[in-house]
């Protein structure tokens, strides 16, 4: 199945469902537009939007498992940021929001900024102000980013976080804002389907961080660089991020020892704070 035929084929399972492309385009979070042009095989639709589109549609998890696999042909897809920010980076919140309500485990390796998933609102606007934005996108994309969170309260689900120590450390805030962070990062790793590991500095590696990534039920992965969000899918890959996420996972303190090591950050900003 080439890239026109998988869009006949969506396109045939919408009509079949009965459902219009206006209210599956919404649900998918994408243009009706963009629908459009999948279903008429005028562009090559990423994995996750026909992720997206057979959830919506709720076919069986055979023909689900078919047409992701022709999607994943194309094993590595890279969409540069500006686009994101033309679409609007709410819109990203929200296509991410809908990915991780269909996986079951989210692992997730962050060397440089505290995961998105455990932000505060301050520290999202301190990671998106030098994006430019105006205060209304501003708020739109926080708000989004904030909605997404409620993830972390689905005990259907899995959520592992390894992060390197000096983003505990990474003054993005001042130190009363960054205090309420770690306490925040404390807060989420007692949830009960949560678990956030630090790797400390003292520890000794086998391994070099390289770049932050997200692994999604062993399917597919998300690169973040500083022009463009990359998609990796094929298996193959996929494993490769898997192996060092383990390698990372392995080296890093988890329970009460992790949370020591983060309040003891947290009570230095706190100090420093508190310093005339």
């Known amino acids: ?11 045939a399972l919408r009509q ?12 998918a979070v994408m243009s009706t537009a963009k629908l459009s042009k999948i279903e008429n095989g005028r562009v090559a639709p990423a994995t996750a939007d026909v992720e997206r589109i057979l959830t919506v549609l709720d076919v069986s998890p055979e023909i689900k498992a078919e047409y992701l696999a ?67 996108q501003l708020f739109r994309t926080v708000s989004a980013r904030i909605d997404r969170q409620r993830v972390l309260y689905d005990t ?10 000096p983003v505990l450390r990474w003054r993005l805030l001042p130190p009363a804002m960054m205090a309420g962070q770690l306490d925040r990062i404390v807060s989420v790793s ?8 630090v790797v400390p ?14 692994i999604r039920d062993d399917r597919v992965v998300t690169v973040e660089t500083t022009h463009a969000e990359v998609v990796v899918t094929d298996p193959r890959d996929v494993s490769l991020y898997v192996e060092k996420f383990d390698r990372f996972a392995s080296v890093s303190i988890t329970g009460d020892a992790m949370r020591d090591l983060v309040e003891g950050i947290r009570d230095a900003f706190l100090r420093e704070r508190e310093t005339p």
Do not use: C
């Not at 469902?17 to 206006?22: D, I, L, P, T, V």
């Not at 500095?201 to 997200?214: K, N």
């Open 1 to 11: 199945m080439n890239q026109a035929e998988l869009g006949a084929a969506l396109r």
């Open 16 to 27: 079949a469902s009965g459902k219009e492309a206006k209210a599956v385009a919404r649900s």
């Open 70 to 136: 022709v999607a994943r042909a194309q094993a590595t897809e890279a969409t540069a940021w500006r686009l994101f920010r033309r679409m609007g980076y709410h819109k990203k919140q929200e296509q991410i929001r809908a990915l991780e309500s269909s996986m079951a485990l989210l692992r997730l390796f962050q060397p440089s900024l505290v995961p998105g998933l455990l932000q505060t609102p301050e520290y999202i606007r301190a990671v998106l102000e030098p994006k430019g934005l105006t205060e209304a």
């Open 156 to 165: 259907s689900k899995v959520l592992r976080f390894v992060v390197t120590e």
């Open 190 to 197: 007692r949830l009960p389907n949560v678990d956030v590991r």
């Open 201 to 214: 500095l003292d520890a000794p590696q086998r391994d070099v961080p390289g770049h932050s990534f997200v």
